[in-house]
Nanobody
Framework: VQLQASGGGLVQAGGSLRLSCADSGRTFSNYVMGWFRQAPWKEREFVAAISWSGDRILYADSAKGRFTISRDNAKNTVYLQMNSLKPEDTAVYHC???????????????WGQGTQVTVSS
C-alpha cells in the first residue's frame, strides 16, 4: 500500500474542497480507508473512515453533515468531500489504510504524506 493524498488548498470559510487519496498498490480494496487530520500543536484526530466495500462509514462529530467519505475500488482511490468549511478545519489531512473500521490512529497501518487544508475566515 502506497498512499498519495491530494486536493488540499486555501479556501474561504463556507467553501468546499475534495480530497483524494490514491493507492499505487494492488490491495486497496482489502483495506478500510480513513481520513485523519492534524493541526499545529494538536494531536492527530479522526475525521472519517469507510469499509472496504463502502457499506459502513464512520464520521467524527465535527465532520457529520459537512464531510462525505467515499471510495472507488476500481480506481484505488478514496475521497473526502468537505463542504461548509470552517477555520477550525485547518489542518494537514492524512489518508490511512487499515484492517478494521475504527476511529483510532493505532488501527491504521499505512499512512499517506498528507495534504494541507487552510480555511480562512
Amino acid at each position: 500500500v502506497q498512499l498519495q493524498a491530494s486536493g488540499g488548498g486555501l479556501v474561504q470559510a463556507g467553501g468546499s474542497l475534495r480530497l483524494s487519496c490514491a493507492d499505487s498498490g494492488r490491495t486497496f480494496s482489502n483495506y478500510v480507508m480513513g481520513w485523519f487530520r492534524q493541526a499545529p500543536w494538536k494531536e492527530r484526530e479522526f475525521v472519517a473512515a469507510i469499509s472496504w466495500s463502502g457499506d459502513r462509514i464512520l464520521y467524527a462529530d465535527s465532520a457529520k453533515g459537512r464531510f462525505t467519505i467515499s471510495r472507488d475500488n476500481a480506481k484505488n482511490t478514496v475521497y473526502l468531500q468537505m463542504n461548509s468549511l470552517k477555520p477550525e478545519d485547518t489542518a494537514v489531512y492524512h489518508c490511512a489504510a487499515g484492517p478494521v473500521l475504527l476511529m483510532t490512529v493505532a488501527a491504521y497501518k499505512y499512512w499517506g504524506q498528507g495534504t494541507q487544508v487552510t480555511v480562512s475566515s
